[in-house]
Nanobody, 123 residues
Framework: QVQLVESGGGLVQAGGSLRLSCAAS????????MGWFRQAPGKEREFVAA????????YYADSAKGRFTASTDNAKNTVYLQMNSLKPEDTAVYYC????????????????WGQGTQVTVSS
């Protein structure tokens, strides 16, 4: 049974940092890409970042460039999202997801999702 379990969310002041983790289990994910999405209240779930286990080349949404860093620890089957210089508009539930597709920006192409972790940035 495939499981993606996020952790690391919380409440932080604007300008602060958080590191989200996503532990993957239940199958071999090495040919896959792992994505981070977020959903704020009343808004659609949007792409934040993605990284390939094998190529290790991350891709970021414009809102994340320069502030967020995606990384993997293959030995631990864990994906991370380091978020720095957080802003109130980063407040959302953050999800990790897995896809076999080359196109990593579209949520409909992801096969597995975690339950999400809340990130709240106060001003």
């Amino acid at each position: 049974q495939v499981q993606l379990v996020e952790s690391g969310g919380g409440l932080v002041q604007a300008g602060g940092s958080l590191r989200l983790s996503c532990a993957a289990s239940g199958r071999t994910f090495s040919p896959w890409s792992m994505g981070w999405f977020r959903q704020a209240p009343g808004k659609e779930r949007e792409f934040v970042a993605a990284i390939s286990w094998s190529a290790k080349s991350p891709y970021y949404a414009d809102s994340a460039k320069g502030r967020f860093t995606a990384s993997t620890d293959n030995a631990k089957n864990t994906v991370y999202l380091q978020m720095n210089s957080l802003k109130p508009e980063d407040t959302a539930v953050y999800y990790c997801a897995a896809t076999r597709q080359q196109e990593i920006r579209f949520r409909d192409l992801y096969d597995y999702w975690g339950q999400g972790t809340q990130v709240t940035v106060s001003s």
